[in-house]
């Protein structure tokens, strides 16, 4: 199946201390000036970014066998965040762009952990 790109898939998550906080404000800094609470775009790489990655695949996943949509061979393949902004409110929220696919795959799907498998374990072609 070909690669799809999953757009605005938003998280929250809720800021745990004061040293995420001042962690934060030096995030600003290198971003310039951003009005407070507004989004800013930051890098994919981001430990916050690839957590909240994680938690959207996982909840698309479960939304997906809920309603049927992901079959009982099939496995999702994650692929690389293509694009995040995070903005702070009451924690943070991170819009994420992601590439995602799903696959039936032998191969993929005895790589797969709870139903998911990484691109770099799961050869995909058509990659779109």
Same mark, same amino acid.
């Given at each position: ?5 999953? =757009?605005?898939?938003?998280?929250? =998550? *809720?800021?745990?201390?004061?040293? @995420? &906080? ?7 800094? &290198? ?10 775009? /930051?890098?994919?790489?981001?430990? #916050?970014?690839? +957590?909240?990655? &994680?938690?959207?695949?996982? *909840? $698309? ?8 949509? $992901? ?7 994650? #692929?690389? /965040?293509?694009? +995040?902004?995070?903005?702070? /409110?009451?924690?943070?929220?991170? =819009?994420? =762009?992601l590439q995602l696919g799903v696959t039936d795959k032998?191969e993929c799907r005895s790589l797969? @952990? ?6 770099? *374990? ?5 990659? #779109?």
């Amino acid at each position: 199946l070909p690669w799809k790109r999953l =757009t605005k898939a938003v998280v929250s =998550t *809720q800021s745990t201390g004061v040293n @995420e &906080d001042e962690e934060e404000l030096d995030d600003l800094k &290198d971003v310039g000036p951003v009005m407070p609470g507004a989004p800013y775009e /930051v890098e994919v790489t981001e430990p #916050g970014v690839l +957590a909240a990655a &994680d938690v959207i695949v996982n *909840q $698309l996943r479960d939304r997906a066998i809920q309603n049927q949509a $992901l079959g009982d061979t099939d496995v999702i393949v994650r #692929g690389d /965040v293509i694009r +995040a902004i995070k903005q702070v /409110v009451s924690g943070y929220r991170f =819009t994420i =762009t992601l590439q995602l696919g799903v696959t039936d795959k032998e191969e993929c799907r005895s790589l797969a @952990e709870e139903r998911i498998v990484s691109v770099s *374990q799961c050869e995909i072609d058509n990659l #779109g």
